[in-house]
């Protein structure tokens, strides 16, 4: 399964969201909007007109954990937290 997560280098939420991944050894793509105007309007589209970084995206689906939150994350990630 494949993560991507939107992100910006000055995001703190980004900052956060990764680190969570990274303890969690959960493999994902990083994509960041400031250098990917498409990537950027993907976001926009995805949370109604609004540049929410991180944004997520898995099995078909798309949330953002901005700002974050811990139990957004874990609600979006579901059953990968429970490998």
Same mark, same amino acid.
Do not use: H
């Given at each position: 399964?494949?993560?991507?997560?939107?992100?910006t280098p000055?995001?703190?939420?980004?900052?956060?969201?990764?680190?969570?991944?990274?303890?969690?050894?959960i493999?994902?793509?990083?994509?960041?909007i400031? =250098?990917?105007?498409?990537? $950027?309007?993907?976001?926009?589209? %995805?949370?109604d007109? @609004?540049?929410?970084?991180p944004t997520?995206?898995? =099995?078909?689906?798309?949330? $953002?954990?901005?700002?974050?939150? %811990?139990e957004?994350l @874990?609600?979006?990630?579901?059953?990968?937290l429970?490998?």
């Open positions: 399964m494949t993560i991507k997560v939107y992100t000055w995001c703190p939420d980004c900052r956060m969201a990764k680190r969570f991944l990274d303890q969690w050894n493999q994902y793509e990083e994509i960041n400031d =250098e990917q105007p498409e990537a $950027a309007q993907y976001v926009i589209q %995805l949370n007109g @609004r540049r929410k970084v997520f995206e898995l =099995e078909g689906r798309a949330f $953002a954990c901005s700002p974050f939150n %811990l957004t @874990r609600e979006g990630l579901g059953p990968l429970n490998k």
